[in-house]
């Protein structure tokens, strides 16, 4: 993708998310360098993600490693599990899809897809039992903070499926599963100040995820046309 089709609206949302996310490093995370390289990545890879390119689920990838790796500092197993053992698989196989369904002949843009209802019940299903398995998996482990954290295996499956299904709706699971996570790591910062930083993270992916959605809503009426 050139740089030069990204819009001055994308490249002030970057910058100001980038700046944003070292600002609070600088503040609250001096020591947690980790943290800074992953929020560093997610924020660029959400943008990435809203041009629909599939770089985007390529970095989304590597956040997954790195966040599951945080997540397993603050005995949050069931972020840890969700991203090592499914966000970051299925951003491997939504990297596949994206690469093989282009817009045309631009394999920088994805072809945005509209799933039925049968599929959306079907998917509404699924996710149901993967949340009451992995429920009572959190719990054997002696999860942290155990309701938010399954919420977030249910927003990140859903987010996840839809997000392969190339559905201009996994942005908008994906700013819910956002607010899930900024609650569950508000409780961690008033134990550890240091993760308020990963607080400002999820609320600046929060912004990006509503950017990504409009700009798929956007993309689907041009390619219609």
């Given amino acids: 993708m050139k740089i030069s089709s990204f819009t001055r609206t994308e490249f002030l949302i970057w910058i100001s998310s980038v700046s944003i996310i070292m ?3 600088c503040l609250f995370g001096r020591e947690s360098f980790l943290t800074l390289i992953a929020s ?3 924020t660029t890879s959400l943008i990435f993600c809203a041009k629909g390119n599939p ?16 997540s397993f500092g603050f ?3 069931g972020e840890m599990i969700t991203y090592l053992g499914m966000t970051a698989p299925m951003a491997l196989i939504s ?42 998996i959190l719990r054997y482990f002696h999860t942290a ?17 839809l997000t392969f299904r190339r559905s201009a709706f996994f942005a908008l699971i994906y700013a819910a599963n956002d607010v899930v996570l900024i609650i569950l790591w508000t409780m961690a910062a008033v134990k550890d100040i240091s993760y308020l930083s ?12 509503i950017y ?6 956007k993309m689907k009426k041009r390619q219609n046309k």
């Avoid at 689920?57 to 599951?68: E, R, T, V, W």
């Avoid at 817009?103 to 509404?124: G, H, P, Q």
């Fill in 145 to 161: 903070n155990l309701i938010p954290s399954t919420v977030s295996v249910a927003t990140s499956f859903a987010a996840a499926y």
């Fill in 198 to 209: 990963v607080v400002i993270c999820f609320v600046i992916f929060l912004l990006n995820d």
């Fill in 23 to 25: 600002l609070s490093f």
């Fill in 75 to 77: 005995s949050y197993y």
């Fill in 95 to 136: 990297l596949v899809s994206w690469i093989k369904n282009p817009f045309r002949s631009d394999r920088s843009e994805v072809r945005v897809n509209t799933i039925k209802y049968t599929e959306t019940a079907f998917m509404l299903i699924v996710t149901a039992a993967v949340t009451f398995i992995f429920y009572h």
């Fill in 55 to 70: 770089i985007g689920q390529l970095l989304m990838i590597i956040f997954s490693a790195i966040y599951g790796v945080i």
């Fill in 40 to 42: 560093l990545i997610g």
């Fill in 212 to 217: 990504g959605f409009i700009s798929w809503q």
